[in-house]
């Protein structure tokens, strides 16, 4: 089964400031999606960025950006110029590439999550 | 706003009842996902449903179950409520061999007092 691994429950950063969210994950599938969710105090879950595995460009979103390296199972998310409204808590995700008809469970494996504070 | 719906957005009841919580998917989305989030549990995978049939299934109890109707809503019923099934209870739908990212909907809070 696979694991996510977020080791970071608490992060902090200054208003305009860069930050950089950790993830790991653990599994023995090559082709994978990634995901990083956003749950502001609403509680609604929004996608900031998401990776597909056969890709080694890492993904882009704006002020979000990814490090994906394959081999260390490391899927990290770097927020550029923070700004109060980034102020949640962020999810690291693991999907498998199997299509539906393959079976499998085709579900979100989610991190712990991290909390960031973005101080003004 | 994801386009996914979610009712109620907030249920209380007491243990040993039967609740039943209503998900619609975005339009033209064909796979509906179960999520329940919890202070114990954090975030987890309950259930998948595709085109009205079950796809896969994740840490879902037996006094869980779904069903996805020709509309292509969908419906967790959970039975015989305890306590510790308190939780946010997040419907998420996707495209078929898409591009993988699942949408949320705004979740029904359950209280189980």
């Known amino acids: 089964a696979q694991t996510v691994t977020q080791s970071q429950p608490e992060m902090s950063v200054q208003e305009a400031e860069t930050v950089t969210l950790s993830c790991t994950y653990d599994?023995?599938?090559?082709?994978?999606?990634l995901f990083w969710y956003k749950q502001p105090p609403s509680r609604q879950m929004i996608l900031v960025i998401r990776q597909e595995a056969y890709k080694q460009q890492n993904a882009t979103e704006n002020r979000f950006s990814v490090n994906f390296q394959k081999a260390a199972k490391s899927f990290s998310l770097k927020i550029s110029d923070s700004q109060l409204g980034d102020a949640a808590m962020y999810f690291c995700a693991y999907r498998s590439s199997a299509t539906n008809s393959g079976g499998g469970a085709d579900g979100l494996t989610f991190g712990k999550g991290t909390h960031l504070i973005i101080q003004p | 706003d994801s386009g996914v719906t979610q009712t109620p957005k907030h249920l209380i009841t007491a243990t040993g009842q039967r609740v039943t919580l209503r998900c619609s998917p975005r339009s033209g989305d064909l796979s509906v996902y179960w999520y329940q989030q919890s202070l114990d549990q954090g975030l987890q995978f309950l259930i998948q449903?595709?085109?009205?049939?079950?796809?896969a299934k994740g840490n879902i109890l037996e006094r869980f179950s779904a069903q996805q109707f020709p509309d292509l809503h969908s419906e967790l019923n959970l039975s015989s409520l305890e306590l510790g099934d308190s939780a946010l209870y997040f419907c998420?739908?996707?495209?078929?061999?898409?591009?993988?990212?699942?949408?949320f909907g705004p979740g029904t809070r359950l209280t189980v007092l």
């Open positions: 449903y595709y085109n009205g049939e079950e796809r």
């Open positions: 599994t023995s599938e090559s082709d994978y999606y």
């Open positions: 998420a739908s996707s495209v078929v061999a898409g591009r993988g990212e699942q949408f």
